[in-house]
């Protein structure tokens, strides 16, 4: 994978992520606690709709992070080199996820 193509799906699963973030804001929001209008059921089920939301943007938000590395890596020249080994990072593991930083080897 050239790093131009590369740079490309990169950006794209950014702004899908971004896109993403932004459509579930709503579950992430604090439950409300009111005892008269929503019962204990009610809240525990929305107390677990917010914790799975939150789990969602974590990984989401670390996805973002690798996205920005690779990135950084594209820029300074360094793409599709391992960060441990400094070898070629095998084709088809870029071609399956450009974020990638290491080798198979190393990945390990």
């Known amino acids: 994978?050239?790093?131009?193509?590369?740079?490309?799906?990169?950006?794209?699963?950014?702004?899908?992520?971004?896109?993403?973030?932004?459509?579930?804001?709503?579950?992430?929001k604090p439950v409300t606690l009111?005892?008269?209008s929503v019962g204990?059921?009610?809240r525990m089920d929305a107390m677990q709709v917010q914790a799975m939301a939150q789990a969602v943007e974590r990984r989401r938000q670390a996805e973002k992070a690798r996205i920005?590395?690779?990135l950084r890596r594209i820029d300074a020249g360094?793409?599709?080199y391992c960060?441990?080994?400094?070898?070629?990072?095998?084709?088809?593991?870029?071609?399956?996820?450009?974020?990638v930083a290491r080798c198979i080897g190393c990945a390990d």
């Open 78 to 80: 360094e793409f599709g």
């Open 68 to 70: 920005d590395a690779a």
């Open 40 to 42: 204990r059921l009610s």
């Open 83 to 99: 960060l441990d080994c400094g070898e070629d990072i095998a084709t088809a593991r870029l071609d399956h996820d450009p974020s």
């Open 34 to 36: 009111d005892q008269e």
């Open 1 to 28: 994978m050239t790093p131009d193509a590369a740079r490309e799906r990169l950006l794209a699963r950014r702004a899908a992520l971004e896109a993403e973030l932004r459509l579930d804001e709503e579950g992430r």
